[in-house]
């Protein structure tokens, strides 16, 4: 049991915030709750609180936080024998200097970064950001982090594998509605870590990896009551969006709510992402409708916790594409085009139940259950043709479709301890149950212009496919001396898969469902119905070396090391049907996959990390690849199986340093190389049929690929107030790719090796103070290809970009105004429709009222209307020009209020 207290006054500090870590800073518990306690006669009493061990010798870390303290921290240590830890000294917080002269308050100047041990800090405080701004466009502001437009976010390089709120999972992981919904000011810091998982607590040691998280921790005063936002738009091109959102906090339950319904499909911020390529550009007009809600309750004790989520969304995509394509042949130019529109419609309901329930030294378990269940319809129309001199062929397809998936999965992990050499016992298990029903009427006119016909197919498809799966993993390890583990695991697997395809040839349009006679015009060629049985067992033998050497708090050393093998023995049966024939296929594989990973703090300073990583990987080729069949239910192109393919293999080496130092520079650097070695891959060999234009693909092993690859990142601010700082990123890439090419005059690919060498190098440099931030990119990227293929045409090609995003709130008025310029540009192509350059500005402006609560912005996107909906690619056998229906530029109005209420004390 320990305590905390005010250092000097020595009163009782219960609002302190009280976390467990490791001694390499991997937090165990979080949020450990603090007690006011008081005997008779005392006057302040003392905020105590307790802790839960598990059974084993180690060394940890207490940290204890308080808005207007400096932290505080104490390094203890126990032994295996004892699981409560009592009379610990008091943590003593002392409150943050500041000194007054006459009207002048001095404080120190905040750190927007730092390191506490190995956890990387961004004080959110330090960070000006305008009204209305969210909790992704704080993160893109951070050094040292980048963040893509699917909300991916990444830190010195390494991809962070979960976005958490107060160290608990929101929303499934789901990271874009926090990144979208959180507005910026509620947040008090960001934390970058390698977190512990519960399980991995509970055994007492590593059952799974630890996840690279990035921890948003709120202001004491938003932890309790609501918060909430509600935005309305519109805009020019019929462009519409509004959205709610509501985050609530009690003693015991974390609440949220959320709506949302827009066809704008934009995840560009306008004076916040370099990311305006023309080839980022959206594909399709998307319109999306959706609510979900989720509920985490936590008990006071840490003991059980529950999550319930529903979501349910609605979508509509429209699509119009239309593409020329060009093929390299001497002496001709063989060409052919397409014109495409397709609607898709798909609602979607999610389920989901999380329970957790720990029991210090007794049980921990927790159990998963998800359901999820798809409705989805759709329709497209098409024509392609294909010219060599003249028009060759004609083809016209006509198709639509409806069908319905659900999937019901419960997963869980129990440890009991039941300790077998003091070791606990951990156990997974999983099942699951899917099915897939989906309906296909296509249509198919093919004109032949050589020698002239034509003729007319139509095909009904009636696709089931039912899985049945379940699956236990057993986990032990045993301590063979202070540093060196055994680990034992077995992971056994049974599933069933059924699957029918029937196709049919009516003489119009129709769904299977709306025919009444199916016998007549089946085609039994193109059908066929599958039942597989496969049996999984993967037993593992790992040994497992960590060493920690605990010194003062923030200089500490560390290392560990992973070797482990694992067999993957499968069983497999299968009864296929096609064609009026069975074919039954048995098959047991074995395959080996050993693996070494290496992970060191080489010396006594915070954030200096080096890993190390060798595997080797074996897969088995599906055995529906090895049956013997033949498919030409599409006109124009035959699908055959291959009897003799075999699986994959492939080596991997990779390595990565990373180092922090100077706590006013704020230097961060990142290096990674890796080389793959692919013994053996599949790839789809190609006939082609001049006369009639028809495609016969096959997979077929290639061998012999390889790729090597190295990566430095740095990030550095400039000055010792923080306000200028860089950031670059080096990469380069080689690339040796085996695949089958179908050169100049010939009917039948063979293999063939391309070298393709990438050199990248992306730039920026921002300064920012107070309310404004200007922020000056620049990225240049260099490509050489060169093939052995007698037609291939060497590529030495540059793409690059340069630009500024600025962005300034005037003071008083405290109107917003953001602006963003890129060139892009191309040169080097074989084609002058590739040598492009194109120049894109957007800008916006907002102006918050009543205090900041409603913020009024307007944002218009491409200001000059020069990007285009036409994309160009080039690779060794051709050119393709691509339209797509989009809206490329557009200007929107925005109203968005923001409103929060905390409890009455």
């Given at each position: ?275 305006w390529k023309p080839e980022n550009m959206p594909r399709s007009l998307l319109t999306t409708k959706s609510v979900a809600g989720e509920v985490d309750y936590l008990s006071k004790d840490g003991k059980v916790q529950d999550v319930v989520m529903v979501d349910f969304t609605t979508s509509k995509d429209e699509g119009e594409t239309t593409q020329r394509r060009e093929l390299f042949l001497d002496g001709s130019t063989p060409y052919s085009t397409l014109k495409a529109s397709n609607t898709s419609h798909i609602s979607r309901l999610l389920a989901k139940n999380s329970f957790k329930l720990k029991i210090p030294n007794k049980i921990y378990t927790d159990l998963g259950l998800e ?535």
């Open positions: 049991m320990g305590s905390v207290r005010d250092g000097f006054l020595e009163v009782p500090l219960v609002d302190t915030h009280v976390t467990l870590l490791t001694t390499d800073s991997v937090v165990i518990q979080d949020s450990i709750p603090v007690t006011l306690s008081k005997r008779d006669g005392e006057r302040w009493g003392s905020a105590n609180f307790i802790i839960k061990l598990p059974k084993k010798t180690c060394t940890y870390l207490l940290r204890a936080t308080l808005d207007g303290y400096e932290d505080a921290w104490k390094t203890f240590s126990v032994k295996a024998e004892i699981n409560d830890v009592w009379g610990l000294d008091p943590l003593e917080l002392h409150r943050i200097s500041k000194k007054t002269l006459g009207e002048v308050t001095v404080t120190a100047t905040k750190l927007k970064m730092y390191y506490k041990g190995d956890t990387l800090v961004y004080d959110a405080t330090a960070f000006k950001m305008p009204d209305g701004s969210m909790l992704d466009d704080l993160i893109r502001q951070m050094p040292g982090v980048t963040m893509n437009d699917d909300g991916e976010i990444f830190v010195n390089g390494r991809k962070i594998d979960e976005l958490l709120l107060g160290s608990r999972s929101f929303f499934g992981g789901n990271s874009k509605v926090l990144l979208e919904n959180l507005p910026y000011y509620t947040v008090k810091n960001l934390k970058v870590y390698e977190k512990e998982s519960d399980r991995n607590q509970a055994v007492g040691y590593e059952i799974e990896p630890n996840k690279y998280v990035m921890d948003v921790n709120l202001k004491d005063n938003y932890r309790n009551g609501y918060i909430g936002n509600v935005e309305a738009a519109g805009g020019t091109q019929e462009r519409w969006l509004g959205r709610a959102f509501l985050l609530g906090y009690t003693d015991k339950l974390r609440f949220s709510l959320l709506g949302n319904a827009n066809n704008v499909n934009e995840k560009r911020h306008i004076g916040e992402s370099g990311s359901f999820i269940y798809n409705k989805y319809k759709g329709n497209s129309e098409s024509i392609s043709e294909d010219f060599l001199d003249s028009i060759n062929t004609r083809l016209r397809s006509t198709s639509y479709n409806n069908g319905h998936s659900f999937r019901a999965t419960a997963s869980g992990f129990i440890s009991p301890r039941a300790d077998i050499f003091l070791r606990p016992l951990a156990v997974f298990y999983g099942f699951k149950y899917s099915e897939d029903k989906n309906e296909t009427a296509r249509g198919f006119i093919t004109r032949q212009f050589v020698h002239p016909s034509t003729q007319t197919q139509y095909n009904a498809n009636d696709f089931f496919h039912r899985e049945t799966l379940g699956n236990i993993h057993l986990c032990w390890n045993s301590k063979l001396n202070q540093y060196l583990d055994l680990e034992i695991q077995d992971r056994q697997e049974y599933a069933k898969r059924y699957k029918r395809d029937n196709l049919y040839h009516p003489d119009t349009l129709f769904l299977p469902s709306q025919l009444d006679a199916l016998q007549a015009i089946t085609d039994p060629r193109n059908s066929y119905e599958s039942d597989y049985h496969i049996y999984y067992n993967a037993p593992t033998l790992a040994l497992k070396w960590n060493k920690y050497i605990p010194g003062e708090y923030m200089k500490m050393e560390f290392l560990s090391w992973d070797l482990r093998l694992t067999s993957i023995i499968r069983s497999e049966h299968l009864i296929y049907t096609r064609n009026y024939t069975v074919q039954d296929k048995r098959r047991t594989s074995y395959n080996l996959m050993p693996s070494f990973n290496f992970k060191i703090h080489p010396t006594r300073k915070a954030g200096e990390q080096l890993q190390f990583q060798l595997m080797y990987n074996q897969e088995t080729a599906s055995i529906f690849d090895l049956l013997d069949y033949r498919d030409d239910a599409t006109p124009q192109i035959v699908q055959l199986s291959n009897p003799d393919l075999k699986g994959i293999a492939t080596s991997k080496v990779q390595i990565n340093f990373t180092d922090w130092e100077s706590k006013r520079k704020g230097q961060q650097y990142h290096i990674q190389g890796a080389f793959n070695y692919f013994h053996r891959q599949i790839a789809q060999s190609v006939i082609f049929n001049p006369s009639n234009s028809q495609y016969t693909y096959q997979p077929r092993n290639v061998s012999g690929a390889y790729q090597a690859s190295a990566k430095f990142d740095f990030t550095r601010f400039l000055d010792k107030r923080q306000r200028w700082s860089w950031q670059t990123t080096l990469d380069a890439t080689y690339n040796h790719a085996i695949d089958h090419v179908l050169q100049t005059g010939m009917t039948e690919s063979a293999p063939n090796a391309v070298n393709t060498l990438v050199l990248h190098d992306g730039l920026w440099l921002q300064y920012q103070h107070k309310d404004l931030s200007v922020r000056a990119v620049g990225d240049i990227r260099w490509r050489h290809s060169e093939g052995k293929m007698q037609d291939f045409t060497t590529l030495n090609a540059f793409d690059y970009q340069y630009g500024m995003t600025t962005r300034y709130t005037i003071p008083v008025l405290k109107t917003t105004l953001s602006l963003d310029w890129n060139m892009y540009c191309r040169r080097g192509y074989g084609s002058q429709d590739l040598n492009t350059d194109d120049f894109v500005m957007n800008g916006s402006i907002s102006q918050p009222f009543l205090k900041g609560k409603l913020i009024v912005g307007l944002e218009s996107f491409d200001l000059f209307h020069q990007l285009s909906a036409v994309q160009y690619t080039i690779n060794a056998q051709g050119r393709t020009e691509t339209w797509n229906r989009t809206l490329p530029n557009y200007v929107m109005l925005h109203i968005v209020y923001h409103f929060n209420k905390q409890p009455k004390k």
